[in-house]
Antibody, heavy 121, light 107 residues
Framework: QITLKESGPVLIKATETLTLTCTVS??????????VTWIRQPPGKPLEWLAH???????SYTPSLRSRLTISKDTSKSQAVLTLTNLGPADTGTYFC?????????????WGQGNLVTVSS | DIQLTQSPSSLSASVGDRVTITCRAS??????LNWYHQTPGSAPKLLIY???TLQDGVPSRFSGSGSATDFSLTISSLQPEDFGIYYC?????????FGQGTKVHIK
């Protein structure tokens, strides 16, 4: 059974650093067919692609947040981690991690339930 | 970034209706186009990838078509569980952007 679960703070203060962990099961982060992507969704707004990481540590970030984002993984722990620095109210939203099937045409075939983060000023 | 523009932004239809949602890309994306469905309080669910390939377990009333910059998702016979928001997404290049969503209401 394939699952992903996000964990991290629910409430955090502006200017602080957000660290979110995605713990996966049912597949390995060392499998070249799969990766993990982080996506966020402000309340009532569309989905926003943030970053992804693949088995050989290939990473990509959305340019608008590149200076504030870091993605990493610990294959032995089956975890992918996203950090976002210098938070502001616009960073409030639900943060999802998703398994990226990286064979042929990329797609997000399994998602975590999401971690709602509220940034307080 | 590649922009994806969906239309309409929202629609209301009856059970049994045929519904079509379109997605236009700001540049060619070949067949790197996916569709997702999201209901309130839930994570999105993959419906279709590579324009027209149905994800395992997705009902056959869903279909996708298109190429280059113009794509569409069709629900052949709308069911009550199909309400929610539909998003297109391109994976041609990073950032792998999403459309703004189409909200489907059941009359």
């Amino acid at each position: 059974q394939i699952t992903l679960k996000e964990s991290g703070p629910v409430l955090i203060k502006a200017t602080e650093t957000l660290t979110l962990t995605c713990t996966v099961s049912g597949f390995s982060l060392s499998d070249p067919r799969f990766g993990v992507t982080w996506i966020r969704q402000p309340p009532g707004k569309p989905l926003e692609w943030l970053a992804h990481i693949f088995s050989k540590d290939e990473k990509s970030y959305t340019p608008s947040l590149r200076s504030r984002l870091t993605i990493s993984k610990d294959t032995s722990k089956s975890q992918a981690v996203l950090t976002l620095t210098n938070l502001g109210p616009a960073d409030t939203g639900t943060y999802f991690c998703a398994r990226t099937r990286h064979s042929g045409y990329d797609r997000f075939d399994y998602w975590g339930q999401g971690n709602l983060v509220t940034v307080s000023s | 970034d590649i922009q994806l523009t969906q239309s309409p932004s929202s629609l209301s239809a009856s059970v049994g209706d045929r519904v079509t949602i379109t997605c236009r890309a700001s540049q060619t994306i070949s067949r790197y186009l996916n569709w997702y469905h999201q209901t309130p309080g839930s994570a999105p669910k993959l419906l279709i990838y590579a324009v027209s390939t149905l994800q395992d377990g997705v009902p056959s009333r869903f279909s996708g078509s298109g190429s280059a910059t113009d794509f569409s998702l069709t629900i052949s016979s709308l069911q009550p569980e199909d309400f929610g928001i539909y998003y297109c997404q391109q994976t041609y290049t990073t950032p792998q952007t999403f459309g703004q969503g189409t909200k489907v209401h059941i009359k």
